[in-house]
């Protein structure tokens, strides 16, 4: 499933953000697209998104830490 929900509207409506104050929303909104399904986004702040989604991957067991340091008992 593809989702673009990348400084849409309702966010803005939500946290009364302009278009460029929506990256915590579109975070938000992109980890709850995954949670329900989504394996595709298309968004504008490309970097942070990815971050919040292999965080996500990694806390739901899909995704391998890339340098694991912590916790390796």
Same mark, same amino acid.
């Given at each position: 499933?593809?989702?673009?929900?990348?400084?849409?509207?309702? +966010?803005?409506? #939500?946290?009364?953000?302009? =278009?460029?104050?929506?990256?915590?929303? @579109?975070?938000? *909104? %992109?980890?709850?697209?995954?949670?329900?399904?989504?394996? +595709?986004?298309? #968004?504008?702040?490309?970097? =942070?998104?990815?971050?919040?989604?292999? @965080?996500?991957? *990694? %806390?739901?067991?899909?995704?391998?830490?890339?340098?694991?340091?912590?916790?390796?008992?």
């Amino acid at each position: 499933m593809l989702t673009a929900v990348s400084n849409k509207d309702f +966010i803005g409506e #939500v946290t009364d953000c302009p =278009p460029g104050g929506r990256l915590g929303g @579109t975070l938000a *909104a %992109v980890v709850m697209c995954i949670l329900q399904g989504s394996r +595709i986004v298309r #968004v504008h702040n490309v970097e =942070p998104v990815i971050s919040a989604v292999r @965080t996500t991957e *990694a %806390v739901l067991g899909w995704r391998q830490p890339v340098a694991p340091v912590h916790n390796l008992v």
